[in-house]
């Protein structure tokens, strides 16, 4: 069983209301792994409750929310998986100036017998791209950054979403309807 080696933060100090991305790495190859992640301040920072590391991998990014803040404040992230935990902090200083969203692009978004394709682009090369149902604003998944600002994910989907909505955590969003 691969032993979780790792959390960290990219950046680790970051004006407060800018995004950072957060990465968790095992010492090797998963057959897939859910990663518990606990949050020393979540008035501060926002990190989801959990992220996966897909199998085949051996790390995993999540996004982080930052708020504004008055005073420089250290936020302390533990994750969890079979049992082993490792913490890591993220700096959240005062802003100096409102954070830039990137664009988010889907190039393809395409449901045929069962398989769901998403291609997706950001000008943000570090970016987080989620995908979620337009219909309920409910998460779907997590698009696999291929560097170079492109994302893909295809997958098993059982009924045709309609209409899905990719989110960057640098702030960025498209809409686009699923073409059968």
């Known amino acids: ?11 680790a100090i970051v004006p407060g209301g800018s995004p950072a991305t957060g990465t968790v790495k095992f010492g090797s190859v998963t057959d897939g792994a859910v990663v518990t992640l606990f949050n020393s301040n979540p008035a501060v920072v926002t990190v989801p409750t959990e992220t996966v590391v897909n199998g085949g991998q051996s790390s995993g990014a999540f996004p982080v929310t930052t708020r504004f803040v008055t005073t420089t404040t250290v936020v302390t992230i533990m994750a969890t998986a079979f049992g082993v935990n490792r913490m890591a902090t993220i700096t959240v200083t005062p802003a100096t100036a409102p954070p830039v969203n990137d664009t988010v692009t889907i190039q393809q978004a395409l449901w045929q017998a069962g398989i769901l394709k998403i291609s997706a682009t950001s000008n943000n ?3 987080i791209l989620s995908v979620y149902l337009t219909a309920s604003n409910s998460f779907m998944f997590t698009l696999t950054n291929l560097g170079g600002g492109r994302f893909q994910m295809q997958r098993p989907w059982l009924d045709n979403p309609l209409s899905i909505t990719v989110r960057s955590n640098f702030g ?7 073409v059968k």
């Open 1 to 11: 069983m691969p032993v979780l080696s790792s959390v960290s933060f990219t950046p």
């Open 125 to 127: 090369p570090n970016a």
């Open 172 to 178: 960025g969003a498209a809409t686009h309807s699923t």
